[in-house]
């Protein structure tokens, strides 16, 4: 399954931390986000399927990704 949405510039938050290594499962990811511990650009994030772009930035247990599509 692609990660990955319709768009090559848009990827789902729970794909993305999938991608970077912040959990191992989908399943893992969706109770990470819905528990509140996930930051989109600063604020808490607990839609699974947010779309992320170029440049966001995904913080989780104090760990801060940056969004990078090519």
Do not use: C, W, Y
């Amino acid at each position: 399954m692609d990660e990955r949405s319709d768009s090559p510039n848009v990827i789902k938050l729970d794909g993305f931390l999938k991608i970077v290594g912040a959990t191992s499962t989908g399943g893992q990811a969706k109770i990470l986000i819905q528990s509140g511990q996930v930051k989109v650009n600063g604020e808490i994030e607990t839609r699974r399927r947010r779309k992320l772009v170029d440049g966001d930035r995904v913080s989780v247990n104090g760990t801060v990704f940056r969004v990078h599509l090519d």
